[in-house]
């Protein structure tokens, strides 16, 4: 079962009412999104400590996928299950290891997807 298509449609035509709905609700989505915030902390720092150039520019460029990957992940969730409360926190991650951290994001992206999948 896909618990993404047990959701009720809000295009405009017949659109169900967001008002007073949030996304922190969820329970799998909201810290997806806070985890993914504390991720992104963390390879920025990777990619300012850097060692060489190359580093520097690849760590800045899988961070700007990070972002546009949660960007996506928190707009459609915003619009399936309500608001992006203001005042967003990130759970914080610590990470000295490009690929430990990149590796570590990977099995998290996959394991949301599976309890999506289930």
Known sequence: MNILLDIPNYS??????????????????????????????????????????????QIDEILDDVSEFQDTIAEVGSGLYGIMPLGFVGIPYTATDPMGCIDYIIADVMGVHFLFEA
Not at 20 to 49: C, N, V
């Open 12 to 57: 405009k035509e017949g659109e169900t009412s967001q008002a007073g709905k949030s996304i922190m609700d969820h329970p799998i989505l909201y810290p997806f999104i806070q985890r993914l915030e504390g991720y992104k902390t963390a390879l920025k720092g990777i990619h300012w400590h850097g060692y060489n150039f190359t580093v520097h520019k």
